[in-house]
């Protein structure tokens, strides 16, 4: 299956400069996400009430309001509710799902996204430990960091990051049949397809000879689990994943 792969992203272009291509993954909304927005816009009104009644209203109009038997005057009730609306906008924001957070699987490893302007976290293949299961999200697992691919927002990447794991590190999947039953079937055309442009390969290390690689065109990689070589040390054989490299190694860029 690789070797398809290889051959087909090879064509009309240069013999080892391959196009590095990922798949980005917007989350869905799931119940967590629509029971924010409730709570988020609940708030909003509970919040807009207390100020009409703390700031806004006559002073001569005490909004008496009638609880069954009961009459409440709101009017000197008006910083409880300013508060009662803060609290719940507050929580929300602290507990709310990400919205805008994409996740990316391909040639880069798997990465997030966040929109900011410091570019994509990734982990890449070679640096991927362990990919287990946990209550509610894959569990992708490198030396330094750990990304959640939630299950409920994520199906489709959660069965994409498995998939191409399967194909590039297999040795470090750690799933049980029950884990496996509980991924979304691959949708072959899930996720936005792109070129990664963004990958920092300087000051890493060459994987046969631990050199620094401080000129970036100086670096190789292999194109199955991403592992980085210095272009005068390349083996035949990847030391990470085992696939082929020799002229397979691409460049960056
Ligand atoms: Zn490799």
């Known amino acids: 299956m690789a070797e398809g792969k290889r051959s087909r992203k090879a064509k009309g272009e240069s013999k080892s400069t391959l196009t590095r291509k990922e798949r980005r993954f917007l989350p869905v909304r799931d119940a967590r996400m629509t029971a924010s927005l409730v709570a988020g816009a609940l708030g909003s009104v509970v ?20 609880l069954g038997s009961q009459l409440i005057e709101l009017g000197d009730k008006g910083s409880y509710v300013v508060g009662a609306g803060a609290l719940v906008l507050a929580l929300v924001i602290l507990l709310a799902p990400d919205f805008e957070t994409a996740l990316l699987v391909g040639d880069g490893g798997v990465g997030v996204d966040e929109g900011g302007d410091e570019g994509a976290r990734r982990l890449l293949w070679c640096d991927i430990q362990e990919i287990r299961m946990s209550a509610d999200a894959l569990v992708v697992k490198g030396e330094e960091q750990k990304i959640l691919v939630p299950l409920s927002s994520q199906a489709q990447a959660a069965a994409w990051v498995v998939r ?53 065109p100086d670096a190789r990689l292999c194109p199955r689990c991403g592992e980085i070589y210095h272009k005068d040390s390349v083996p035949e054989a990847c030391m990470t994943c085992e696939g082929p490299l020799g002229d397979a190694a691409e460049r960056v860029g």
């Open 47 to 66: 919040l807009g009430a207390g100020v009409y009644i703390q700031f806004l209203r006559p002073t001569d109009n005490m909004l008496p309001v009638k």
């Open 164 to 216: 191409e794991a399967e194909e590039r590190i297999p040795s470090v999947i750690e799933l049980s049949e029950g884990d496996r039953g509980r991924l979304a079937k691959v949708e072959e055309g899930a996720g936005e397809e792109r070129k990664i442009t963004d990958i920092q390969i300087a000051g890493r290390r060459c994987r046969a000879t631990d050199r620094v690689i401080s000129y970036e």
